[in-house]
């Protein structure tokens, strides 16, 4: 069984979409802090965030854009495409304990250039937590296989 070789940009049209779930755990935190060296009390000290104005630990806004790479890089358009840029805004912070949908939907597709233009969203239960429109650069043709 092959694995999911990405889109080429010919195969990309607008309106495909794709979603990831993910649950922000403590653990996820936690590594993400160490990866990214962001150890903040409002994402790792439960006592210091509660006299926060969010009133308890929130997850770091990069773990949850990390989401939408996960779903640029390994759905759509997958693997062998790029970041060539991304805008973001937050909504409403993201708890520990949280379920996030992160989905991408593409909107624009420029053949020649090989870009694409995909309008991304993150929600817990329904809500927008993240908004993004995000420029990928895709491979003029998948990989050929022997």
Not at 100 to 118: F, G, I, N, P, S
């Given at each position: 069984m092959s694995e999911f070789e990405g889109f080429a940009i010919t195969e990309l049209e607008v309106g495909q979409s794709a979603e990831i779930t993910r649950v922000v755990d403590d653990e996820a935190v936690r590594k993400f802090a160490e990866v990214s060296g962001d150890f903040n009390p409002l994402h790792m000290d439960e006592d210091y965030a509660k006299r926060s104005p969010f009133r308890g630990r929130i997850a770091h806004g990069a773990l949850i854009a990390s989401y939408i790479s996960c779903v640029l890089g390994s759905h759509l358009p997958g693997p062998g495409s790029i970041f060539a840029g991304m805008t973001m805004r937050f909504e409403r912070p993201v708890?520990?304990?949280?379920?996030?949908?992160?989905?991408?939907?593409?909107?624009?597709?420029?053949?020649?250039?090989?870009?694409?233009?995909?309008?991304?969203?993150?929600e817990v239960d329904g809500e927008i937590c993240m908004e993004a429109d995000a420029e990928v650069v895709v491979r003029k043709r998948r990989k050929r296989t022997a």
């Open positions: 708890r520990i304990g949280d379920t996030v949908v992160a989905r991408a939907t593409v909107t624009e597709v420029d053949v020649k250039a090989r870009k694409v233009k995909l309008a991304c969203v993150c």
